[in-house]
């Protein structure tokens, strides 16, 4: 019986409950990100702890040790050059945090349930897309860009990560639904795909299309060995993929034809793709950096240390003229 219930309670701790954590760190940091919270560290760094116990006791430990040592050569590096900061080890820990995750859940006899896993790591889909929901209907957290565009972040402080783990776990949802025929599933995916679109970003709105058109297209045509649609099914799908497309596209329509702004941007499609968010100039940006570097850059980047040169250079520039 005890057995039973860790088995339920350990993914939940370690999947379900960071949501509720980072929605309560984003609360307390405030719409800037300039409040004081250390819960989201302090959870994380619990669950590292944790995990330190099963880190080379699974079949990817030869990985993980190579990944360790570079780490730790490339933090060594950051630190003779003048790099290293208080930002480049966050930022080290929040790509190692995923290799200690993966050790827990293949280590931890309490994560052997692949059901129960599953179920833990969508619900945390389904709570950050009902936030997000419930911010943008009620008027309350943060905006995604400003108050005037669309979008919300809820109480996410990092709105793009949340954007794309949602639509990471979205894909799962859509597999698990084909997989036991659970309409739980489906309805998971149907929450987060409204949750994700609400984030107001180019990559949710594409990605969660790109989800449900593939979704729907396997529903419709293929048919595997442990899974096929039921002619109902088929039909709902057909007449959903009518209904949102039409009312996607005469709404877009209208929003454009009304706002003489997005008339003339929108007037050219392909140049609103190539430079719609001002990207291209960041091509321009990392040609002109990208000349400036020595052998040793090119094998181990520059971190952080770029952007202090640029901003003592600005500095400096700023203190010369006044």
């Known amino acids: ?13 370690l999947l379900t409950f960071p949501v509720i954590v980072d929605i309560i760190n984003g609360y307390l940091k405030g719409t ?8 989201g560290i302090l959870y994380r760094g619990i669950i590292i702890l944790f995990s330190c116990f099963y880190l080379f006791r ?18 060594v590096y950051q630190l003779i050059i003048g790099g290293f900061s208080s930002r480049t080890f966050m930022m080290l820990i929040k790509i190692l945090n995923f290799y200690f ?9 309490y994560f052997s349930s692949y059901t129960q896993v599953v179920r833990s790591a969508i619900w945390y889909g389904v709570i950050a897309a009902f936030i997000l929901i419930y911010c943008f209907v009620f008027k309350v957290g943060y ?7 669309f979008g919300t972040k809820g109480f996410f402080v990092a709105m793009n990560d949340v954007g794309l783990t949602i639509l990471l776990l979205n894909i799962l949802a859509c597999y698990s639904f084909q997989k036991t025929k659970n309409n739980n599933y489906l309805l998971a995916s149907l929450v987060m795909s409204g949750g994700a679109c609400l984030v107001g970003s180019m990559a949710c709105f594409f990605g969660t299309a790109f989800i449900l058109l593939s979704f729907a297209i396997s ?5 595997f060995e442990d899974y096929k649609s039921s002619r109902t099914l088929k039909i709902i799908v057909v007449l959903f993929l009518f209904v949102i497309f039409n009312f996607l596209v005469i709404k877009i329509i209208t929003i454009i034809q009304e706002d003489s702004f997005l ?10 793709f190539l430079s719609a968010s001002g990207r291209d100039r960041l091509i321009d940006a990392a040609v002109r950096t990208i000349g400036n570097f020595n052998v040793f850059d090119w094998f181990f980047g520059k971190g952080n240390l770029f952007l202090y040169e ?3 250079f600005f500095c400096n520039r700023l203190v010369d003229k006044t």
């Not at 995750?101 to 006899?109: P, R, T």
């Open 1 to 13: 019986m005890i057995y039973i219930r860790l088995n339920k309670i350990f993914p939940f701790l």
């Open 32 to 39: 800037d990100g300039s409040g004081d919270s250390l819960l």
């Open 58 to 75: 699974t079949r990817y430990s030869n990985y993980i040790k190579v990944l360790l040592l570079s780490a730790v050569f490339l933090s």
């Open 101 to 109: 995750v993966i050790s827990l859940l293949l280590g931890c006899k």
């Open 143 to 149: 905006g995604s860009y400003t108050d005037e565009t």
């Open 219 to 223: 529903v419709l045509f293929m048919d």
């Open 263 to 272: 008339s003339r941007k929108y007037a050219d499609i392909m140049e609103v």
């Open 310 to 312: 640029k901003q003592s």
